[in-house]
């Protein structure tokens, strides 16, 4: 019971300090689920990149799947799931109930243009997490990473495209 309580304590955090969406609470993510030793960092890894491929946002995605790997049921997955949508839910409940007050607050906006570069900031700290040894061991990897950047941000490539194409390469590559 101690477990399914820690799970939602924990991913009730990332729900409830996650501003930025996905990319921007991997750090949140990675430091809640490492200090518990719920999984490893290689698992980590493997959960982000398989939130990349899956629908649903990555918090939510980690959240399933660690609360499954840390108690072995579906349980486990649930109340973490759970514990991390229920914050949004209660802020989003609260914002509309609330909306016509806050529309054009000078602290409101004040508050939001605080949080942007952090979010951005927090963004780049993910993808630095990802760039570990695990990731970057070779020179295949490199030119991996290297490509899909070009094609995403010079050729405007859909992401979609680029997931297939990085299963096919790391298919015939590895």
Request: net charge neutral.
């Amino acid at each position: 019971m101690e477990l399914y309580l820690q799970l939602f304590i924990s991913f009730f955090k990332i729900g409830l300090f996650g501003f930025g969406g996905g990319y921007a609470i991997i750090s949140l993510i990675q430091h809640e689920i490492l200090s518990n030793e719920w999984i490893t960092q290689s698992e980590l890894t493997d959960i982000i990149a398989i939130s990349q491929m899956t629908p649903g946002p990555i918090g939510i995605n980690s959240a399933t799947y660690v609360g499954y790997a840390a108690t072995g049921s579906v349980w486990g997955a649930a109340v973490a799931t759970f514990a991390v949508i229920l914050p949004s839910f209660i802020i989003m409940i609260t914002v509309c109930r609330f909306l016509v007050i806050l529309e054009g607050n000078k602290y409101l906006e004040f508050a939001l243009q605080g949080l942007r570069p952090t979010v951005i900031g927090l963004i780049g700290a993910a993808a630095l997490l990802l760039m570990n040894s695990q990731n970057f061991i070779d020179y295949k990897s490199v030119i991996l990473f290297i490509a899909a950047l070009i094609l995403s941000v010079k050729f405007k490539a859909h992401p979609i495209l680029l997931i297939i194409g990085a299963g096919i390469a790391g298919f015939l590559l590895y």
